[in-house]
């Protein structure tokens, strides 16, 4: 790298791009100013992080875990973080003709100038927006082929808990909660380049992967057995760990992020600000990842949430405020916490929301007491399985009685129409148990009537097809193909349609079962996947996760092609079950899930045992508090009336700077 | 069930004030809905006392006045907000350009004192930068615009294609020379459907072949009462302005 390359570098790009807006659609997504964005001088930084939310801006605005890495980094005096989103094809056209680069849209700088390059993936389908931005950022897209002037590409989010299928494209992979795995890697990084970049892009990659907290995949070789399946994965040097850890975050009330919630001047999904009233989720419902992965429960205190909660509305000007987590009904203060802010907000125009989609009639007490002034439209439950058996199978422990009487208290309380989240294709799955969620909804219906005595009420029943994920006790199930699924979601909609009485009150929504199939294979596929995501990229594939964007044949006809030769395909990473020998892509990769509980569990699951709660029940010896050597955070703190306090000022992220791991 | 609208005391309006902003700089990408939920939020941050509708959900009372096009930038746009308690319109339009993003600026408030506010925004003063265009390339096809009686063009709406006369509501043209560019300004009557600045272009193109290599960069540098010789606007806040000069006399 010349002297002029590092002069030039970190310059605005936006003059170039400026020409090209008045061209495209919704030209303000690119422009950033958002308010509480943060802009700094370049060369004050010395590790500069640009973090991409691999999809729309409309989509990755408003992302928490984005935006409390981005005000994380910034926090610190030697770095800074800016932002990118993927890029629509309209300006992505006039891109590469006008050779603009992919940039941020902080300082509009181009992203291959960075040291960093942090993509969160919520979902694999956001891996070919990853390639594009590579592309169009003029960055290698194999990692093997990028040099000393190439950021680090490094993956997080829930999706790189098997970033086996993009290890070609990526450089490093961190499992888990972020905040203090970017510290850890900005330290490394800032050191490394101190040093004069010893040993140069492998040097940094070498002392990343020896935290044990970090992979870097190139360090790891797959060999594979002659059926097909993985004989083992070995580190390629002695210093590297066989196993790599996921990082938890324990104190999330000293961690009080964002404090500058970011406010997009473009529409977004999320027009609200976010509070994260804890992490982690011990329901234990065997489909569910985000609960296996984030284990174990973290909870946010009463007065941490409700001083997140005020001084996140003052600073944005949003009316509304939602108390998330993967079931907001189990915070074990929630009563108070929402007894609290419905009177502090009382007669304002704010609003509050829970995301919950708990089956219980103190769910429904919760969002009575939120909508105390407000309009009672709907309310939420999922059951996920139609039928008693079902949801033994995938340990989601409601009874028919137990949403009988739910929804029974929901009308009554005024509550006009309930929606119902099923899955379909669940393990052990026949006809019979996805036709019994048409006699579920009509029985809804009728408690409904009778409750309210009025005919209008309503029920929309939503149902998403089941995609097996790794480091879940259902990471060896067979997925269902496509057309099964279909033809399933077609007799449960003929069976709803059928009976005239109810027909009308009771809605469906569901999505074909092709979707389904390539997240699979993405979720559960090994490396030689690799090259079916880039030939389905070079086919066109965008924005996999937009329906209109979408092609099943254009990723059918890439993994025919990427696959040719092999002896292994589609419906080999798809429909097949795996046996407990089988060494999974994932298994170097820990999440602190024991595997033998894993298999257990899913041993449990086909004789249709459940399991509560361990929250509130002794331990299951699923592993992640003994390996970590922690415990489960719950309160209660003995609060219950909430006096105004202050979000903290002070940074967690000083104390964390100076304490790099040699 | 039914559920009736909660009762509420809905606070009545006491005040009136009329807000004169600016869209500069790369917010001039923003929608005109973009600035909407910007200056809600922006209503809130700053604590103004906003007086509200009633029913079930209450809206504040905000009023906007015809918005430049996404992508023009603007000097002068004009909006109109109920208040439930007097305010200084000074300290308003402070506090309101502190809590809006930096490009989204507050110019100046005041308090309505005058009726029909809208109706005196009679035309715009548009500033068209032409980039790579001689200024004498520009004023010959000027000059063959205002030549013409009526020059339909057409523009895609929401209903489909639209044919109207982009010649009409242009009152003046005048070129000057600016930097690397070539600088139309264009006094342009408030008709229906409008005739914007990329109408006015396209009228060019039609009688005179004006194609500028770029896109040009639009601002709209006032809105006002057209000036009875036509070749400018008035201020259309001098009404309201003019109960408090006598007051003070």
């Known amino acids: 790298m010349t002297v002029s390359d590092i002069a030039r570098r970190g310059e605005s790009v936006f003059d170039q791009l400026e020409l090209l807006l008045p061209l495209v659609n919704k030209p303000i997504q690119y422009v950033g100013g958002e308010l509480n964005a943060t802009l700094k001088v370049w060369d004050d930084a010395q590790v500069h992080w640009v973090l991409m939310y691999p999809d729309a801006y409309e989509v990755g605005a408003p992302n928490q875990g984005v935006q409390i890495l981005y005000e994380v980094i910034n926090e610190r005096a030697d770095a800074l973080a800016e932002r990118t989103y993927a890029i629509w094809p309209d300006l992505e056209a006039l891109m590469r003709d006008a050779k603009v680069p992919q940039f941020t849209v902080d300082g509009h700088r181009p992203v291959g100038d960075f040291d960093l390059f942090g993509l969160s993936f919520s979902t694999e389908l956001g891996y070919t927006n990853m390639l594009s931005a590579l592309s169009l950022a003029n960055i290698p897209l194999l990692a093997r082929d990028r040099d000393d002037t190439h950021p680090i590409v490094i993956a997080g989010g829930h999706a790189a808990f098997n970033p086996e299928p993009i290890s070609d494209f990526i450089d490093a992979a961190v499992l888990g909660d972020g905040e203090e795995a970017v510290l850890l890697i900005t330290d490394l990084t800032r050191d490394w380049k101190q040093a004069g970049r010893p040993g140069g892009r492998t040097g940094l990659l070498l002392k990343l992967a020896m935290t044990g907290m970090i992979y870097v995949p190139a360090f790891y070789e797959v060999e594979y057995l002659p059926d097909g399946r993985i004989q083992r994965v070995t580190p390629t040097r002695p210093e590297v760990p066989w196993r790599v850890r996921k990082h938890t975050l324990m104190d999330l009330d000293s961690w009080p992020y964002p404090k500058q919630p970011l406010v997009p001047l473009a529409e977004t999904v999320h027009e609200r600000m976010s509070v994260e009233i804890f992490r982690g989720c011990t329901r234990g419902c065997r489909f569910c990842q985000a609960g296996m992965i984030t284990r174990p429960v973290r909870e946010r205190s009463i007065t941490g949430i409700a001083a997140m909660v005020e001084n996140g509305l003052k600073k944005t000007g949003y009316e509304e405020v939602g108390l998330l987590s993967l079931s907001s009904a189990d915070h074990s203060e929630i009563a108070d916490v929402a007894r609290n802010l419905a009177d502090r907000y009382e007669g304002s125009q704010i609003s509050l929301s829970l995301p919950s989609t708990r089956v219980d009639a103190f769910n429904v007490d919760l969002a009575n007491e939120l909508s105390r002034n407000g309009r009672r439209s709907g309310l939420t439950f999922a059951p996920e399985g139609g039928s008693e058996r079902m949801r033994k199978v995938i340990n989601k422990q409601v009874t028919e009685e137990d949403l009988i009487r739910t929804v029974t208290t929901a009308y009554s309380a005024g509550w006009r129409q309930v929606k119902l989240y099923f899955m379909c294709g669940l393990p052990t799955e026949t006809d019979d148990d996805v036709l019994q969620i048409a006699q579920l909804a009509r029985d809804v219906i009728k408690a409904g009537r009778a409750a309210t005595g009025s005919r209008d009420i309503r029920c929309t029943v939503s149902i998403g097809g089941f995609v097996p994920k790794p480091h879940t006790p259902f990471q060896w199930a067979a997925q269902l193909d496509h057309e099964t699924t279909d033809a399933r979601l077609a007799k449960l909609r003929d069976a709803i349609r059928a009976d005239r009485n109810y027909g009308k009150a009771i809605g469906i929504r569901y999505h074909d079962g092709k979707p389904g199939i390539v997240e699979g294979l993405l979720s559960r596929g090994d490396r030689r996947v690799g090259a079916v995501i880039l030939a389905a990229w070079q086919d066109g594939a965008r924005f996999d996760g937009w329906s209109e964007h979408f092609s099943y044949d254009r990723w059918m006809s890439a993994a025919e092609r990427a696959l040719d030769g092999q002896v292994v395909d589609v419906n080999w990473y798809t429909i097949r079950e795996r046996t407990k020998t089988e060494v999974l892509p994932w298994d170097h990769l820990d999440s602190g899930l024991d595997s033998e509980w894993l298999w257990e569990d899913w041993q449990a699951a086909l004789d249709e045992v459940a399991i509560d709660d361990c929250r509130w029940t002794p331990c299951f010896d699923c592993g992640v508090c003994d390996q970590m050597d922690t415990q489960i955070q719950v309160g209660p703190t003995g609060v219950t009336d909430l006096p105004m306090p202050k979000v903290p000022m002070h940074s967690p992220v000083a104390e964390q700077t100076s304490q790099a791991p040699s | ?249």
């Open chain 2, 1 to 249: 069930m039914a559920r009736l609208a909660p009762v509420r005391d809905v606070a009545p309006t006491v005040q009136r004030l009329r807000l004169q902003y600016a869209k500069r700089g790369r917010l001039r990408f923003s929608s005109h809905r973009d600035f909407q939920r910007a200056l809600e939020r922006a209503l809130r941050r700053a604590e103004i006392p906003m007086a509200f509708s009633a029913g079930f959900s209450p809206h504040p009372k905000v009023s906007y006045a015809n918005s430049a096009p996404t992508g023009v930038a603007s000097e002068a746009e004009y909006v109109e907000i109920g208040v439930t308690e007097r305010c200084d319109p000074a300290a308003v339009r402070a506090a309101l350009d502190e809590a809006l993003p930096p490009g989204l600026d507050i110019v100046e408030v005041v308090e309505a004192n005058s009726p029909d506010f809208v109706q005196r925004l009679e035309a715009s003063i548009w500033q068209i930068e032409l980039p790579g265009v001689g200024v004498a390339e520009v004023e010959i096809a000027a000059q063959k615009l205002l030549a013409q009686e009526v020059v339909t063009v057409e523009r895609l709406t929401k209903n489909g294609v639209r044919a109207f006369d982009a010649r009409g509501p242009v009152v003046s043209l005048l070129v000057e020379p600016g930097p690397g560019c070539a600088i139309l300004k264009a006094v342009v009557r408030h008709a229906t459907p409008s005739v914007r600045p990329d109408d006015v272009l396209n009228a060019l193109r039609q009688v005179a072949g004006l194609v500028p290599p770029a896109p040009p960069r639009v601002t709209r540098l006032a809105q006002g009462p057209l000036d009875p010789v036509g070749s400018t606007v008035g201020d259309p806040f001098s009404p309201d302005r003019a109960p408090l000069a006598a007051a003070k006399t």
